[in-house]
């Protein structure tokens, strides 16, 4: 599992049939205190996120397990949004 912000979203006219009605956002992914690393993920969202919020991704086998995303080609799904992180040292 991976943490992430959302921000921005990806607008595709022809795509799998699978994947048509399914909401593709840009997530960077954050480490535990919010601080941006090293890279993006383009992911399914399956719980509606939206615009700068914190969510939880899968990926590979997991992503296809995620509810809306059963049988289709998807790599990283969105599976929740995140209300807050804690850590104990």
Do not use: H
């Not at 992430?4 to 593709?24: F, I, M, N, S």
């Not at 509606?48 to 995620?66: H, I, N, T």
């Amino acid at each position: 599992m991976l943490l992430g912000r959302v921000v921005g979203t990806v607008v595709a006219t022809r795509k799998d049939p699978r994947l048509e009605g399914k909401k593709l956002l840009v997530v960077r992914i954050i480490d535990p205190e919010g601080r941006d690393q090293g890279g993006y993920a383009i992911a399914v969202d399956t719980v509606s996120a939206g615009f700068k919020e914190k969510v939880l991704l899968v990926s590979g086998s997991s992503a296809r397990m995620a509810g809306e995303c059963k049988d289709c080609p998807v790599d990283t799904a969105i599976i929740g949004i995140i209300d807050s992180v804690e850590m104990n040292s």
